[in-house]
């Protein structure tokens, strides 16, 4: 008995001291740059006697009291909120993965600040923090609902979140290309910036956190419950489903209060609880007491790294954290639970048609758009149908950018189409794998490290990215390395990396940040006929290939079990199909920039007009993805006319509130 309590006590020992370091090894250190920076601006002498009576009179004090210390304390108070929030998402939805950015509640609570800000200011008057928390709460109900229907299960949520912030950052980005005086402010605010001019914010933070903080430990001993089945919690007398409400509405309140105070800070939410569990910390009422310290040491130690970093201007912090979220996310996913192989997923119960008359009236369709957008447009007078004489001057500038969408939009269709088929998951696209994201990094990449950017080079830098995402992506499991679920939740760790890196790139102060911009929002500006080339070769490419696919595709969505029984060899075929994929959304990347909802969307209105063979749905998948980006880029020339919108962002404005509809009727 001796023996073992002095074994459990060297354990208990040993945890303790694991949680010390991880809160004090980044606190030292952020200390030390933290008195580093002060001795910069102002001799230690004078820290005491500055903060006792500012002689406003001298800038450096002025500094130090109302910008440097502010933003120490926001910083701290901020971190010790996420790290709270991510820990009761975590505990009342049973996932390892939520926070506030993988459950929408950021994203809600930003597009509702950036309304607020446009177009109803008035409204800031009566406080930001309620206009954040009700758009935060309306985007989270949204996300739970949406997940209602496979039982709140963890992918299930995390996938939900992915299409509701998607949607929201969207509305977000063409509100600000809308409001272009504004949207540099915009940007900087919804990248997360600590920086503060006064006290204000955190004298106005400082309450909220300790209501919620003390509220959440009120909740401790029924909470702790929620680790049972729900039988289970019921029997002791809990009521599970009131506990989740009221643990997130601490959590959902919280978070929306930081997006109002200082931005979006991805992911101290989810690396905060996570950390603090690795280092010992298993029981709720120890994770609720380290998690908010390992979030402000964390966030305390990325503000104060940010300030010293080589850079034109300031990353925001919350671009920062994003790097270390999304490669925690990847440890994290060989733990996470994941649903069963389901056979027949793809199979919607619409009416089977006719494939071939499908696709005559498509090929019509297609070509009556094309001749539509190439004539139709705006002008100083007002619409206008082009005559003969003046369509030889308009076709050198809209051809290429019509030809482009077109080519781009089939691509992305035809992806979207293979990537469904080969999951089984009908949440699968090129954006949602990573595929996107990598190919544009790489070629971020390539903007970072030469200054002579050409053609060529650009394609092989996205593909090489693609190629890199794809393998980062696929081993994630030992058991499963392509499972499904793991595949796709493995791509939103990518395409964060890549979103994260993008916001890098917009504040290195870079002059070629014009260009990036537009293609960051996936825009056909500065489309010329040698793109529009590519873009085709590259379409008809894949479309003479993918017929070869066919009986592959048409076996894959009966799952793993039957596919194997069929002789199918799913290691082989995935990667074949994987390195087919990259090809196309590479290029498509590089001619239109990453964002896009037509890998989504196109395959699912293939199957609800009842294409659901894999050769016919391919090639109205590739019609109607093109059809959509060709409309999508011609409604972006024509709604805020002399101004345009992005293809992109107008594509996925349009798509996400369609698939939250699709998943809502549960045909997923």
């Not at 931005?263 to 010992?280: K, Q």
């Amino acid at each position: 008995m001796t023996i073992m309590q002095s074994t459990a006590g060297h354990r208990a020992r040993f945890k303790a001291g694991m949680l010390v370091a991880l809160v004090g090894v980044p606190a030292v250190l952020a200390a030390y740059l933290t008195a580093a920076g002060l001795l910069h601006l102002l001799p230690a002498e004078m820290w005491w006697q500055s903060l006792a009576v500012t002689d406003f009179a001298d800038p450096r004090q002025l500094l130090y009291r109302h910008a440097f210390l502010p933003r120490l304390a926001i910083s701290l108070l901020a971190g010790a909120a996420l790290g709270l929030t991510g820990t009761l998402l975590q505990q009342v939805l049973r996932n390892p993965l939520a926070e506030p950015t993988t459950v929408g509640t950021n994203a809600g609570a930003t597009v509702g600040l950036t309304i607020a800000t446009l177009y109803a200011p008035w409204i800031l008057e009566q406080g930001r923090e309620w206009v954040a928390l009700a758009g935060g709460a309306l985007s989270t109900l949204a996300v739970l609902a949406l997940a209602r229907g496979r039982s709140f299960s963890p992918v299930a949520i995390i996938m939900s979140g992915l299409v509701v912030s998607l949607t929201c950052s969207s509305a977000s980005a063409l509100l600000m290309a809308a409001n272009r005086e504004y949207s540099e402010e915009l940007f900087i605010w919804q990248s997360g910036s600590l920086i503060q001019n006064g006290d204000a914010v955190v004298l106005g933070f400082a309450p909220w956190l300790a209501v919620a903080g003390i509220a959440a430990f009120l909740l401790l001993r029924p909470l702790r419950l929620l680790d049972l089945s729900d039988e289970g919690a019921e029997s002791l007398g809990t009521k599970p489903v009131v506990m989740r409400l009221a643990g997130m509405t601490v959590a959902v309140a919280l978070s929306s209060m930081v997006v109002a105070a200082v931005g979006v800070i991805s992911f101290v939410a989810l690396a905060a609880p996570a950390l603090v569990r690795l280092a010992g910390a298993r029981t709720l009422r120890q994770r609720m007491i380290w998690a908010p310290l390992a979030g402000a040491t964390l966030l305390w130690l990325t503000d104060r790294l940010v300030q010293v970093l080589p850079f034109a201007s300031e990353i925001p912090a919350g671009v920062a954290t994003a790097f270390l979220g999304a490669p925690l996310l990847f440890l994290l996913l060989p733990k996470l639970r994941t649903s069963p192989d389901r056979g027949g997923t793809m199979l919607a119960s619409v009416r089977r048609r006719s494939g071939w008359t499908c696709l005559l009236v498509g090929l019509v369709a297609m070509a009556l758009l094309l001749c539509a957008a190439l004539v139709v447009g705006r002008s100083a007078t007002g619409w206008h149908v082009a005559s003969a004489a003046e369509l030889a001057d308009l076709l050198p500038l809209r051809a290429p950018r019509i030809a482009i969408a077109a080519c781009a939009g089939m691509m992305l269709g035809v992806v979207g189409t293979l990537m469904q088929r080969m999951t089984g998951n009908p949440m699968a696209a090129p954006e949602v794998l990573g595929i996107s994201g990598g190919a544009s990094l790489g070629i971020l990449l390539l903007f970072i490290a030469t200054s002579d950017v050409n053609r060529p080079a650009m394609i092989a830098a996205g593909l090489v990215g693609a190629l890199v995402s794809l393998a980062m992506v696929s081993p994630t499991g030992p058991r499963q390395p392509l499972a499904p679920d793991r595949l796709l939740l493995s791509g939103v760790a990518v395409a964060t990396m890549a979103s994260a890196f993008s916001a890098v790139m917009l504040a290195s102060g870079d002059p070629r940040l014009d260009t990036l911009i537009g293609w960051l929002s996936g825009s056909t500006y500065r489309a010329t006929a040698a793109d529009a080339t590519i873009a085709a070769v590259t379409a008809t490419a894949l479309l003479a290939i993918v017929p070869l696919t066919s009986r592959w595709l048409e076996i894959l969505p009966l799952g793993e079990s039957a596919s194997r029984g069929l002789g199918l060899g799913l290691f082989r075929v995935r990667v074949v199909l994987l390195v087919l994929i990259s090809v196309p959304t590479t290029i498509a990347t590089l001619v239109i920039g990453p964002l896009s909802f037509v890998g989504l969307m196109a395959p699912h209105l293939a199957r609800m007009i009842g294409l659901q063979r894999a050769l016919p749905q391919l090639f109205a998948s590739a019609m109607l993805g093109g059809m959509m980006l060709v409309s999508a880029d011609w409604a972006g020339r024509m709604l805020i006319f002399p101004w345009q919108i992005p293809a992109g962002l107008l594509a996925a404005l349009v798509g996400g509130p369609y698939f939250m509809v699709l998943m809502w009727k549960g045909r997923q």
